[in-house]
Structure formats: C-alpha cells, structure tokens
C-alpha cells in the first residue's frame, strides 16, 4: 500500500529537479519528510497595524498606498518604495529586486506587506518583506489563523514552502499518516492522532488558542515534541542494542596491579570513587561492553578511577586506549599515567598529529605488538594505520567533544575486530539530569559527587574591566607571597588567530607590568613541545603567571595555583567557566577567582555571572546553563549534529523525559515502529548502528 514515505516531493506542482535539489538540503525528499518539516514559530497576522502606531522591533502587517518608488545608490543600490496610510508612512527597502518588481510597485498601487521595523535613512523601514500587491480583504477576525515559520535553506523562502506544506496536506485524506504509537498511550495523556496533530501544527484552525501555539504547548505540538523525543531515545537505545550484541572479553580482576597501585597513591580514594570503581568491575567482568558515563565535577578524581578500570583490563591482559580532545589534556594525561603505571612496569605508548616519523614508527609498533598496554592519544587514534593487539577497553575523556559515530569507530579496533571493547566515557562538564537521560540513552551512568577531603572552595568574585589595574596589584600580591596565578583570555565566536593575538599582547602588557614577575603564555597555536615546556615551567614553579586562551579548560592541574583571572567572563558558558575555575583550588590554600567583565552586562550575562558567584556545584551550575543557554550550547554538541531537534524544546519540554525514557524500552520490542519512527524524526542524519 502507497504511503506518504513513498511519494516524492517532485509530485508536486512547481517542484522540478533544481527545487528538489534544495529540498534534500532540509531532508524533504518525500512528503512524509515535508510534513515534517514542522514550523518552529509562528506569527501573528492577524491584524493590520496602523503605521503611526510601529514601534522599532515590532514585527507587524501594514496596508497602504505607494506614493514612490526610487532607486537608490548608496553603498549598495536599492529599491526604496515608500508606503503611506492614514497614519503615517513607512519605507519598503529591496537589495535585491528585478525590474517587474519595481514596476509592480508603481504610484498608487495598494500593497499589504509584513516585516520587522527597523530604523533606516527615511525613517522607519521594513527589509525584503514579504507582500502583496492589491490585496483580498483581511478575514474578519475569528476567521484569521496564525502564519506558520518554517526553517530555510539557501534559495528557498517562506511563501514557497507554506504553499508546498499545503500542497501535502491535501494528500492526507488518502493516505494519513501511519501512527505507531498505541492508542492506549494517547488516550492516557489525552493526545491527538498524528495526522490531526501534524494537519494542525501547519494549518492552525482560526479557533486554536493562540497563546497555546505561540509558546509550544499545544496538545498537537506537545503530541510530536512526545514523538520526536521518543525517537531520539530509541535511536540511542538502538546502538546500545547494537553494540551489546557484540561479545566483549570479560575482563575478570587478576593479579596485584590495583593494590600495588592503591598502595602507591598519596591519597586514599573517597566514599564515591570506591562505589563508581565498583560498578566499572562488575561491568568489566561481563561478556557484553560496558557502555559507562562517568560524570564527577572538577577535581573529583575521575582519572584515578579510569586508572583503576585501565588495570583491572591490563591484569586480564588486554590492551588499553584512552582518547583526549585536545594535545593538552592527552599529554596531560600521558604523564599522569606514566607515573602511576611505570613504578609498577608497564609500558605506555603516546600518539597525537603531532607525533611524525621514526617515533610514530616505533609507537605504532609497540601498539600492534602489545609491547605498549596503554595506548594514549588524541583522534589520532582513529586512524585506520593504529592496529591495536589485544584491545578491550576504550576510555574516552569529556564524551561530548566527540560525536556518537567516533566513539563508534574505536569498536571496531577491538580485539580480533570480532569483540567490542568495553567503554568507560568520563566527563567533567556535570549534565544535568534530564539531559543526561536523553541525550545518553545509550549509557549507564555513575556519578562521583565528592571531592577529595582538604579542597578549599574556591571564592569567586565578579570584578568591572574597569578596575583591571586593581586586578593586576592582586596577582602581583599573590605571586609575592610564593602563590601562582592563571590569566585567561577569551575571544569566543572570533578566529582562533584573534584569540591567541588577544593572549600575547595580554601576556606582553602583563610582563611589562610586572616585571619581578615570571610570565609565561600558552595557546592553541603554540608547537606541542613548546606548550609542554611553558606548562612543565608553571608546574615546576619556574613561572608566576601563566597567560592562557580556553585551551586550559580542562585536566590542567598545578596545586600551588591559588588565583585564575578570566577576562571577559560574559562571553563563555557556565560550565565551561566552572572548568576554568576548576584550576585553582586544587591545594590546601584559600583560592580566589577572579571575573573580570566588560560592562554594561546584559540581564541574561549578570543572571549566569551570580550563578557562579552562588555556587560551586557543578550540577547546578549545570541545570542554570541548560535554563539559559540550551543542551546544544551545555554538551558542546552543536559540532556534533546531536540533539538537533525539529520541534522540541529541552527546558520547556522536560517534563516529556521520564515518560519516554520507560516508553521506550516497551516499544523496542516493535522493530518496525522503531525503525519508522527513527526514520521519520532523525532521517538519515544519524545513522548510528552503520558507523
């Protein structure tokens, strides 16, 4: 039977091959895929607004009567039409125009149009609006709906893909749209089938309460945002279903390494790392990968933990990869893990970009032989020349750097390319609840929530840029009193260039002000080895100050630094300030952060600077951030393609979380609905279980 899946969108009238090319580019290839394609807001056109009455930023309808259209030659050539009715004028601006536009536009004619008001040389101007030349009457009210908004592509605008939408729609009496979910389950939470929801959702009925789809909540909304939710959990589920199909080698506790190791450690492990570690050995003795998240705030210990699961593998004679986002953290990393592992006679190999010729050469070959049992790198080691011996357990650090598919890629170095390596993925960004359950489906999760007894909380302070010198006599206190200090610079949003420009003139305007001091600078242009020397520099105590980009966000660990200023503090996000944070208060000394912003502060920017000043918990500073700024920005995932959503809405629609998460397993069962589903919501963007 024909179903909607099956009809291409060239069935349309109006769509050749050129318009269906740009149609791919959004994902719509059959009319199942242009249905939806939903909108994701709406606008009010309700009514005609006088134009005496706009307000710049108002976005409205005005009718009236145009008394000239100029072409003008400033900076750039326009179409400057203006537009009057009994209340004022206003000016419609076009850069781009043909020559029957202007001439449809001439003297007297009558034109309805909509736009926002926006200040321009003649006064208040709407740019590239959309209208209408000698329009119908507007419907009396009660009879006018809402005009959905759509997401473009190049080439593509919204009256043409409204007309489309209603084009499809006509198609729904003759095949509706199959609903996979069952009617008991819709029923329950008093939801619309889904060819009344999606006819509703694109062509909302002159009666629907406008308040309802202004904000997301109506109940045909809230019915997809329910199916698109649950389509997302299921494609996560899926490849854990996947890879737990695989055998893993079962890892079973042998040998002394773990207590010879323990007996090593300065420290003993707290109430938390001892239950974590337990849940990983339990895992790591199954025959099916463990698929583990492990989220603990700053300094918590998570690598003394990965360490711990990296030797219980070792022990049961398996090889080890662990895989770091940056240079920084790996080597880091690197040299952790060498000094745990060497006193107790392991070898480890190190592999990055940066790693060229005769040593590469001799690290791939202690990979391949097994002469190396931890393997330690960046992405490097996805490359297809790193063959792994006995690989069993995979190790990845801050997860949501890398998308679903890398991690992905690493299963199949496993041992003999027949087993799945287990994976523990650590993180130190805390995710807040609700987040972690949806956008890691696919993994246990534990949690280290203590900190190791003798950390000092860390007193933050949100300084104007206007006291910087006051600022500058604090680090010169602090370094005086034999205390280090962090000076960050951040340039977000701009090119890497700018921002380690930003770091050097800093570093050079600091030495030049400080000149008893020792400052060191480091940034993401900077060679690995000279990177390695300035950080090995400040962690020897050579350097008073160290002038830095982000790129010390995460893993940097130096105890005697007591005091980290970041500048310009409004342009980060949360979390990724509690990381920076994070590299201070790592002794027994009082430590101090210093934010040091550029006024004015907008409300949102003062909100998040007062969150961090109030707490030094990173799954509250979490759940602000998501509050804020949303899960793309919190996961750090609008790289990855993950957690894309068409119409739902993480804060507001939260409360969909739980119930899907236990719907989900019980519609697992139906192969076809969740394939359907998956298809229908993620396309073939993520292709998860392929990779």
Not at 94 to 109: I, M, N, R, W, Y
Not at 473 to 484: L, P
Request: aromatic content about 6%; glycine content about 8%.
């Amino acid at each position: 039977m024909t179903s909607l899946e099956d009809i291409p969108v060239t069935q349309l009238k109006g769509v050749g091959e050129a318009l269906a090319g740009k149609l791919a580019k959004l994902g719509i290839s059959s009319l199942q895929d242009l249905l939806f394609h939903l909108p994701h807001r709406y606008e009010d056109r309700t009514r005609v607004i006088p134009m005496g009455q706009l307000r710049i930023g108002d976005v409205a309808v005005v009718e009236g009567e145009v008394m000239k259209a100029d072409l003008v030659m400033g900076r750039r050539r326009s179409l400057q039409v203006t537009l009057r009715d009994d209340t004022g004028f206003l000016v419609m601006r076009f850069f781009h125009f043909t020559a029957a536009q202007k001439a449809q536009l001439a003297e007297g004619v009558r034109v309805r149009c909509f736009g926002e008001v926006r200040p321009g040389r003649a006064g208040y101007e709407f740019y590239h609006p959309e209208y209408q030349v000698n329009p119908a009457p507007m419907p009396p009210p009660g009879q006018a709906t809402l005009t959905p908004v759509y997401p473009l592509t190049e080439g593509i605008q919204q009256p043409r893909v409204r007309s489309l939408c209603r084009q499809a729609l006509t198609y729904l009496d003759r095949y509706p749209i199959h609903d996979w979910l069952p009617p008991e389950l819709l029923a329950e939470y008093q939801l619309p089938g889904i060819t009344e929801a999606v006819q509703l959702v694109h062509a909302p009925p002159a009666d629907a309460p406008v308040h309802l789809l202004m904000a997301g909540r109506h109940p045909a909304q809230q019915r997809l945002v329910m199916e698109e939710l649950l389509a997302h959990q299921l494609s996560l589920l899926q490849v854990r279903q996947q890879i737990q199909r695989r055998e893993a080698l079962p890892l079973l506790p042998a040998g002394d390494l773990v207590e010879r190791f323990l007996d090593h450690l300065p420290f003993t492990l707290t109430r938390a790392q001892r239950q974590v570690v337990a849940e990983i050995r339990q895992d790591l003795s199954q025959p099916v990968p463990m698929l583990r998240l492990v989220q603990g705030d700053v300094g918590s210990g998570k690598t003394v933990v990965a360490a711990m699961a990296a030797l219980q593998a070792i022990g049961a004679g398996a090889q080890v990869a662990l895989m770091a986002p940056t240079e920084i953290l790996a080597e880091q990393h690197y040299q952790n893990f060498r000094d745990w592992f060497s006193p107790l006679g392991l070898t480890l190999a190190w592999l990055s970009g940066k790693i060229k010729g005769r040593a590469r050469h001799q690290a791939l070959e202690a990979v391949r032989t097994g002469a190396a049992s931890v393997v330690i790198g960046t992405h490097a080691l996805f490359q297809e020349e790193v063959a792994f011996d006995r690989l069993a357990l995979v190790i990845i650090d801050e997860q949501h750097r890398f998308g679903v598919h890398q991690r992905l890629a690493l299963r199949e170095k496993g041992v003999g390319g027949g087993l799945a390596p287990h994976q523990l993925i650590m993180t130190a960004t805390p995710i807040p609840r609700t987040l972690a359950m949806s956008a890691y489906a696919d993994l246990d999760t534990s949690v280290i929530d203590e900190l190791p007894p003798g950390r000092q909380p860390i007193e933050t302070i949100v300084v104007p840029d206007t006291r910087r010198d006051d600022v500058i006599e604090r680090v010169r206190r602090a370094c005086r009193e034999g205390r280090q200090a962090y000076w960050v610079c951040t340039l977000i949003e701009e090119s890497e260039a700018l921002q380690c420009q930003a770091a050097e003139v800093t570093a050079g305007e600091l030495a030049e002000r400080l000149p008893e001091l020792k400052v060191g600078l480091v940034h993401g242009r900077l060679k690995a080895q000279e990177k390695a020397r300035v950080m090995d520099e400040f962690k020897s105590g050579t350097l008073d100050l160290l002038v830095a980009t982000t790129v010390i966000e995460v893993g940097v660990d130096v105890a005697n630094a007591s005091l980290i200023i970041i500048e310009n503090p409004e342009r980060l996000g949360l979390a990724q300030l509690h990381q920076l944070r994070g590299r201070v208060g790592r002794g027994s000394q009082a430590s101090y952060c210093v934010l040091l912003y550029h006024p004015p502060l907008s409300a949102n920017g003062r909100a998040r600077l007062q969150a961090l000043r109030d707490s030094q918990d990173g799954f509250v500073i979490a759940e602000k951030d998501l509050e804020i700024r949303g899960p793309g920005e919190v996961l750090g995932t609008r790289q990855t393609g993950m957690m894309q959503f068409r119409l739902a809405d993480f804060e507001r629609d939260k409360g969909w979380i739980e119930t899907v998460r236990d719907m989900a397993p019980r519609l697992m069962a139906d192969h076809r609905a969740t394939g359907a589903l998956i298809r229908r919501w993620l396309g073939e963007n993520i292709r998860y279980g392929d990779v």
